[in-house]
């Protein structure tokens, strides 16, 4: 419109001021023929333009938020997920909880041992790719007051040929259940086995490199250094690596109904005076003191069946893992309030232990949302070595520790899933994990994952 | 120590391998790889027709595979997103992570239905990126055989011309194919049918199906006695024709609302391999139409 305005105008001006009058008036009525009829063909274009579109519209189907709102995580768009887990717990009132015949682990669990009703730790999780060669994950367990790191780690994309690098705080990739949040669990508290070796599960502060071999049979090898401040270790300020674990999992199908990973592990970590409460001969309560070395093979299986490689009606998991830890070191005795008359920082001698034990579990899905599952778990005594008239001058006999006790633990639970998002589950074990005690529990719990979309690990 | 070594010193040295090899999601990408790469590539199929395609798990068995796969070719749009991204980043094969060229979405080149305009679990198990099941609209195969073709000269450029040659003959086939498709079906444009999922949303734009009701509530969500009894009137007053499932579904509940509501219950083959007939991409929609049309 505007070309056709100057157009006009530069006409105007151009023509000679001599001009006559009706030359003029001509000259007008011809430029504004032209502006009408241009401008009924740009209205006859433009509608066109605008039928064309409609049409374009109905014949193709309602694109598509997704190119707009891009839904897959990015730089910009992190995945969050939160798991909300929390339960009714009926048991018996035992005061400190420990396994007999194991040096107790203490420190880190998710809460599930109070009684009555509780909230166990609420997991956020965010990751994201950092950039095309790094992932980054962190996952904070939210607990009364208290956020813990469970996991904050970077992992290599681009490093190819089947290696990946982590670095970070990780869960260890020994065994299979240590690698498990437990929202993942199958039952609603860890293993015997686990909560013995590590309190629930093994943390690394450090890195882990692991390679894939390039074959059809499933083998993966992996290598761990790192911190070594959790138990069995003990924090030890020094400047190299305070753990350091090896682990190989081999892994395939058979037929298209049935699945399998097995692997072998084995973690090396020191402690320095690692605290475990005891009490003397005239039953004040003292603290034995561990300094040695600690190291701990775990061996792994789990098999899954699914008709045709179908789950979602029936399916079958079976689950073992069995442990070996040897333990030499220096054991002695303190006591911090100044009362015992045995223990001041006595030195009682050499320390050897070696322990084994274990757990197997079989969960069955037999109807569509529903599972009922079996674990048994396990503990031996094993050996301990150190020289009794040593120890036993300065602690009563009668401690836990000592004791050849073998705990035991059945448990039976039955879930119910509305679909991957929600879980209820019913859990009733009878718990022997310490002498003497007979403990029957019954746990109700809930599960509930919002945000992101969960991996399904194997 | 030493036999990791010689295993890691190895796999430096392992041949790069002669054939092009793929690692496809779905049967469907599985065939049509094996239509445009021939003889010059190996495909491997994680996941098989009697499968759910969301329930996959990250066996280690896909992991290995995918460590050794030049190229993976999947759905996208969310279909695996339970399994596929911790496989990836667990095969420690850099050249197929999202992004690079091994890694190719068959969902982006697609017009997608049902893209939600509200993204929230109470909708069920939505897909942001709409419904991800793209492969029973054959028009899709043909919008995702060209880049698909194309990528794979990229990562195996000496047989680019190859993998084109072919892409052209399959077009050509599959473009006169769908006629001969849409002639037969034209029957059936405007039957109203019930899904069990919205396994079929492409199937039914295509044809011109009406979908008048589904047995699960929501995305994901199993159906339940009350939503099945409602289900039973909106049949009749539909006048709905056929249930329809694909081989991995319940047929329990198909079963179930077929005798009440005197509706005749259809397993499509839904991919390939899920019937006798389905054996490749021109039998499964030559299989998918005679089920429609009733012949056995």
């Keep these: 419109m505007q070309r056709i305005a100057l157009f006009a105008l530069a006409a105007a001006l151009a023509s000679p001021a001599a001009a006559g009058d009706d030359d003029l008036k001509a000259l007008r009525e011809e430029v504004a023929q032209m502006k009408k009829a241009y401008e009924q063909r740009i209205e006859a274009l433009e509608q066109r333009l605008a039928a064309a579109e409609t049409h374009k519209e109905k014949s193709q189907p309602a694109q598509d938020g997704g190119s707009r709102a891009p839904a897959a995580a990015g730089g910009f768009n992190p995945e969050v997920s939160v798991i909300l887990q929390g339960q009714y717990r009926r048991m018996k009132d035992v005061p400190e909880r420990s396994i007999t015949g194991y040096w107790p682990a203490g420190g880190h669990d998710h809460g599930g041992d109070e009684r009555g009703f509780s909230v166990d730790s609420s997991e956020l999780i965010v990751s994201a790719n950092v950039n095309p060669y790094f992932r980054g994950l962190l996952n904070v367990a939210l607990k009364n007051g208290e956020a813990e790191v469970e996991e904050a780690y970077f992992q290599t994309l681009g490093l190819g040929r089947g290696f990946t690098l982590k670095g970070g705080r990780f869960l260890s990739g020994i065994g299979y259940i240590n690698e498990q949040h437990p929202h993942a669990w199958d039952f609603a508290d860890a293993p015997l086995m686990m909560k013995a070796l590590f309190g629930e599960h093994y943390g690394q502060d450090g890195l882990q490199l692991k390679w894939v071999a390039p074959t059809d049979l499933f083998m993966e090898f992996g290598a761990e250094i790192g911190r070594g401040a959790g138990f069995p270790g003990t924090d030890r300020n020094k400047n190299s690596a305070g753990a350091s674990a090896l682990f190989a999992h081999v892994g395939g199908d058979v037929g298209r109904s049935h699945a399998w990973r097995a692997g072998l592990s084995w973690l090396t970590t020191r402690a320095r005076e690692r605290e475990a409460h005891f009490e003397d001969l005239a039953a004040n309560e003292v603290e034995g003191l561990f300094t040695g070395r600690s190291r701990t093979w775990i061996a792994d299986f789990v098999w899954k069946w699914a008709p045709e490689g179908n789950p979602k009606q029936r399916n079958l998991k079976l689950q073992a893992e069995l442990f070996r830890r040897t333990e030499s070191g220096r054991f002695a005795c303190d006591d911090p309030a100044g009362v015992s008359p045995t223990c001041a920082g006595t030195e009682l001698g050499r320390l050897r232990s070696a322990q084994t034990g274990g757990y197997a579990q079989a969960v069955w899905q037999f109807m569509p949302q529903w599972r009922v599952g079996y674990r048994y778990d396990w503990l031996n005594a094993g050996s301990k070595r150190y020289d009794p008239a040593t120890v036993f001058a300065a602690l009563d006999p009668a401690n836990a520790y000592f004791s050849s006790y073998r705990p035991k633990r059945h448990s039976l639970m039955l879930d119910w899933s509305q679909d991957e998002f929600s879980r209820l589950r019913l859990q009733f074990a009878q718990d022997k994990s310490m002498q003497g005690v007979t403990d029957n529990q019954v746990t109700l719990q809930y599960i509930m994952s919002l945000g992101a979309h969960g991996a399904h690990k194997f | ?296």
């Design chain 2, 1 to 296: 120590m030493r036999r990791l070594c010689l295993l890691f010193l190895l796999s430096i040295a392992w041949p790069a391998h002669a054939e092009l090899r793929v690692f496809a999601c779905e049967p469907e990408w599985a065939a049509l790889a094996k239509e445009l790469g021939g003889d010059k590539v190996s495909v491997y199929s994680a996941t098989h027709a009697l499968q759910d395609p969301h329930r996959i798990e990250a066996r280690p068995s896909l992991i290995a595979r995918a460590r050794n796969a030049r190229l993976v070719a999947c759905t996208g749009a969310e279909l695996e997103a339970g399994w596929l991204p911790p496989v990836l980043r667990e095969s420690g094969n850099a050249g197929v992570q999202p992004g690079r060229p091994g890694y190719f979405e068959a969902a982006q080149f697609v017009v997608r239905l049902e893209v939600p305009t509200k993204i929230d679990r109470s909708e069920g198990d939505v897909h942001a990126s709409g419904n991800p099941h793209i492969q029973l609209d054959p028009r899709n195969l043909l919008a995702v055989a060209a880049p698909l073709a194309q990528r794979m000269g990229e990562l195996d450029a000496a047989n680019a011309a190859f993998y084109a040659g072919r892409h052209n003959a399959f077009a050509d086939r599959m473009r006169a194919a769908i006629a001969r498709w849409e002639g037969e079906a034209a029957g059936l444009r405007g039957m109203r049918v019930i899904a069990q999922h919205k396994s079929f949303s492409y199937l039914f734009h295509w044809l011109g199906l009406v979908e008048a009701g589904t047995l699960e509530p929501k995305p994901g969500i199993e159906p339940g006695s009350a939503h099945l009894a409602q289900l039973i009137a909106q049949a009749k007053a539909q006048q709905a024709k056929l249930i329809l499932r694909t081989p991995f579904d319940s047929p329990r509940p198909g079963e179930w609302l077929a005798e009440r509501a005197g509706l005749r219950l259809v397993t499509l083959p839904f991919t390939v391999g899920g019937s006798e007939r389905a054996q490749d991409l021109f039998g499964l929609f030559d299989d998918t139409i005679a089920r429609l049309k009733g012949a056995p």
